[in-house]
């Protein structure tokens, strides 16, 4: 009989989550971070790596599966509860996290004004939309066609209705172009590099909190033998948490892809 785990070993495998999704997205095969220092922006390689971003963001602001090990909730929603809660925080090496996560999380919330020409249905319209909504919906496009969009396009219904501009769903559909221009190659692009600070500094953010266990819990073998070990907490007992927590230590071990970064008030103005 398979047991749940206990909030350690929760923890152990939001994290881990969390930390492979980011360094799915920023990575320098990705994007590159140039400019002077606090006045940087990242670029991303092709509108390829643009996509791919927009499509792994999606995953990043989901929910969780609910066939998964561990309670389904959103990544960021499961930071907000470690960082409230942590199981490994020494001398407030979880305030980092917490910061960025709280950032990051009111930015997502705050509502935008769109004004939209969707000139497959001859309509003019500002739209009212949190930012998480534009980059999700943004996302849902980049990945599928159409056909496979509906729920995009009773999304769109939703908010010109909310706008005192109701369409048929046939309408929205039509319109889905149009919007994913505006909210693709426009607001995304605008946002993207500020958005890869937010990831970034979540991921600092981790690896500054989980800095002190990293170091009780690294042990090598000692002279020049390469080989070493960690030492898990005692609380750790279901398999998969204990593969996850070795795993989740070796990323503390590499650090994140890139230092800190700071982007440029020029890209932070606007929507």
Known sequence: MNRSMNKMEEEVVYLLAVIELIRSMVNYEIMMVVGEVDEQSI???SMTHKQFFSIALVDFLSQTDTKAPVPSTSYLGALRAISAKPSFNV???VQCLKDAVIAFTEWLRTEIDVDAWLGSISLQVKIRIPRYLVLKIDGNISKHNTLR???VAEELQRLLK???KPVELY????A???IYDIFHDDISAYHASTIAEFLNN???GIQRYLKPEFARSFAPEGGDSPFYRFLPPDQLEHPYAKTCYWSLMNQIRSEPIFKPFTVTRHLKGNY
């Open 171 to 174: 309408e929205a559909m039509l």
């Open 176 to 178: 889905q172009k149009d």
């Open 149 to 151: 969009s509906v729920g």
């Open 43 to 45: 670029q991303f390689k």
């Open 91 to 93: 001398n407030g090496s």
């Open 162 to 164: 909310k706008a005192d």
């Open 202 to 204: 979540v991921h600092w």
